[in-house]
């Protein structure tokens, strides 16, 4: 019984070293997305009736991209603009007039330095000058990274049953009261 309780022990003390192990680690934040896009101000304030402006600044285009800038929901072309030679861009950009109070996204679409389709994005809220909303002002970090928590607290309670079951195994049988 003894022999089964360390053999047990140690595949458990195995199994928790081997999760441990071989859990993802946190490294440090890929460059992602290659390029970025920035605005002078992640929310305006519009009168009805009024248009309102941002400036829109990006990086990562190949040098001479045509860049397009768009506003979402729903699709209307804020700007058309060409990245310089080392692939960035700077405009300013009116919002119409007619846009409702709410969040959007302004994106810039051209061809990335690699070549490839390169899309970037920024969170821009509009708020009503007669109607004051409370919004958090733009979305957050996307999640990008893996859960490690469940494999990481399995290691430690094998490695933990193992160290108890080998403990225990171990102890030398009580000699007291033998008759």
């Known amino acids: 019984m003894r022999r089964l309780v360390i053999a047990l022990s140690g595949v458990g003390l195995l199994c928790g070293s081997l999760l441990l192990a071989t859990a993802p680690i946190a490294s440090a934040a890929p460059n992602y997305p290659p390029g970025q896009l920035m605005l002078s101000s992640s929310t305006c304030v519009i009168t009805p009736g009024q248009p309102c402006s941002t400036t829109v600044s990006g990086a990562g285009c190949k040098a001479g991209a045509s860049v397009s800038i768009d506003l ?8 058309t603009v060409t990245a310089d030679s080392s692939g960035k861009f700077t405009t300013t950009v009116t919002i119409p007039a007619g846009t409702t109070a709410g969040q959007y996204t302004i994106t810039s679409t051209c061809t990335g330095a690699n070549g490839k389709p390169l899309v970037l994005g920024a969170f821009f809220s ?11 002002g733009g979305g957050g970090t996307p999640f990008t990274g893996s859960n490690v928590l469940l494999p990481i607290s399995l290691g430690i309670l094998l490695l933990g049953a193992g160290s108890v079951g080998i403990f225990y195994a171990r102890r030398r049988p009580s000699t007291a009261a033998k008759d």
């Open 72 to 79: 979402h929901p729903p699709t209307v072309q804020l700007a």
């Open 126 to 136: 509009l708020t009503s000058s007669v109607t004051p909303t409370t919004g958090t």
